[in-house]
């Protein structure tokens, strides 16, 4: 396994064994294919909005998938094997109305034919045949903008899935999302493609945030400081700390 996406990274480099989060390889095998396969469905959304498709089922999936592949969210196997065969699937029926609607469907990038392996055993060996998402043939800067958005685009998914599930949403989010990975998936895309690219990747984290905020707001009311019990008890706990 290689997996490099959080501060916790064995060494500052890259958690090789087994991650520092207890992340087990078997797992990072089965996230780095359900990347793979989400790449492969954004081949197809960018495409189809092209053409005025949009499909709401689409776009919750790929927040919700690319939300389960950050740390700590999701170490269940036999969620991941789901998640892999549904992006298959929906993939699948979507590329078939964007040809019925004239757009392209000729991808060359693996992804975009990607099939699933019938058993989770097969599926872990795809995703080590897979691997990390950036393209290694790249030069390195290149490389470093394409983990810098893929993993700023995991960061929006979370925020984004978030805001769905307390009635937010917002078709430029999603849009930007595939566009992205598309983009992952372009190997003629340059330095400055690559850098306008991060650019927008924060604008949109933004305007994310806001959907989040306006939801937490209209939900839960605004924050205001208020008094809690100090100290401790026996039991579990979030830890709150603060400095001054
Ligand atoms: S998510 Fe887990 S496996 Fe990946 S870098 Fe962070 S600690 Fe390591």
């Known amino acids: 396994m290689f997996c490099n996406q959080c501060e916790q990274t064995a060494k500052g480099q890259g958690c090789t064994v087994r991650g520092v989060c207890g992340k087990p390889p078997e797992v990072a095998a089965l996230q780095d294919l359900l990347i ?17 498709l949009v499909d709401p089922d689409v776009n919750v999936f790929t927040v919700k998938g690319l939300f389960s592949t950050l740390t700590n ?17 929906l993939t699948a029926r979507f590329k078939e109305k964007v040809a019925a609607a004239g757009g392209n469907v000729e991808f060359s990038d693996p992804s975009a034919s990607f099939q699933p392996a019938r058993d989770l055993e097969g599926l872990i060996r795809q ?86 905020d306006a939801g937490h707001t209209e939900t839960f009311g605004h924050p205001v400081p208020t008094e809690v019990p100090l100290g401790h008890k026996k039991g579990k706990c979030i830890l709150v700390s603060v400095t001054t």
């Open 36 to 52: 793979h396969a989400i790449k492969g469905l954004s081949l197809y959304a960018h495409e189809g909005r092209k053409k005025g």
């Open 73 to 89: 969210v999701n170490f269940d196997a036999a969620d991941f094997e789901k998640l892999i065969k549904q992006c298959a699937d």
């Open 127 to 212: 995703g080590q045949e897979v691997g990390m998402a950036s393209d290694s043939s790249a030069d390195a800067d290149i490389q470093s903008l394409q983990q810098a958005l893929l993993f700023g685009i995991k960061g929006i998914s979370a925020y984004a899935d978030h805001a769905y599930l307390l009635g937010k949403e917002d078709d430029r989010v999603f849009a930007f999302i595939h566009e992205g990975l598309a983009a992952l998936t372009d190997k003629s895309l340059g330095l400055e493609d690559g850098l306008k690219l991060v650019l927008r990747c924060g604008e949109t984290n933004l305007l994310t945030m806001e959907l989040l």
